[in-house]
């Protein structure tokens, strides 16, 4: 991590999750990738779906379209059979899309955004539930934004998907509750990714601005936090949104 020093690193927490299988959606870049690099170091079995991975000959990375039902089926059926289980969800693919007031906002993209954000989240989660609930144990984590939250001007579309996102988490983690699934979201400020580059450089540093820290957060400093949400060690929260704003959130 670029904003830690080497003595802060030796001193993250670290977590056993030895023979575990996860999922990761749009796991080959930015978050999706320090996430499951962090799962693969903890020691589970992680399987990267990827709309456009950049290997296609990697077994443990299949090209999936979470918009698209078949397509996710085929990735569970898939998943199950080179894993024999499945353990935990973390569904981090999304689309930012344009920057620009409501008045003007492409109606297409407004679909594609909530498509591939929200309704792409609800389609992997219920495809996969089944096969959690039959552990008896399992992990659901959303990768939603604080934007879901407050609400950003001119990114109406990604801020309601994202909002969508709080709420099924919400829902489904009480739908869940003594399943022995938890499922939980995290909602991040502005992250130093490739996804910064949809939003306009003036519309990034509003966002930094509004961190009392003054910087983007770090693409592995997510991946710590679902690191733990996917873990033992988290036990008694389930339908939880956790921020991860650089002190940026007040409530």
Not at 224 to 232: F, G, M, P
Request: with cysteine; net charge negative; aromatic share 6%.
């Amino acid at each position: 991590m670029s904003t830690a020093s080497s003595a802060e690193a030796d001193r993250r927490a670290g977590y056993d999750l030895t023979g575990l299988a996860a999922v990761v959606t749009g796991g080959s870049r930015g978050i999706g990738q320090a996430i499951a690099f962090g799962l693969r170091a903890a020691g589970a079995r992680v399987l990267v779906w990827d709309r456009d991975p950049p290997d296609a000959a990697d077994p443990d990375t299949l090209a999936v379209d979470v918009t698209d039902p078949p397509s996710i089926e085929r990735a569970l059926a898939t998943t199950l059979e080179r894993c024999g289980r499945l353990d935990i969800l973390v569904n981090n693919a999304g689309y930012a899309g344009p920057t620009v007031p409501v008045e003007e906002y492409p109606q297409e993209a407004w679909r594609r955004i909530v498509d591939i954000n929200l309704t792409g989240t609800f389609l992997v989660c219920q495809a996969a539930v089944p096969a959690l609930r039959a552990n008896g144990w399992g992990r659901i984590v959303n990768i939603a934004s604080l934007a879901g939250k407050e609400g950003t001007p001119n990114a109406s579309a990604y801020s309601a998907a994202k909002a969508g996102v709080l709420a099924l988490t919400k829902s489904l983690g009480k739908e869940l509750a003594g399943s022995g699934v938890l499922v939980n979201a995290v909602a991040p400020a502005a992250v130093r990714t490739a996804i910064l580059e949809q939003m306009s450089p003036a519309h990034v540093q509003t966002m930094i601005d509004k961190s009392p820290l003054r910087r983007l957060g770090e693409p592995e400093e997510v991946a710590e936090l679902v690191l733990w949400l996917c873990s033992a060690s988290c036990s008694f929260n389930t339908g939880a949104v956790f921020d991860l704003s650089g002190g940026r959130a007040t409530y």
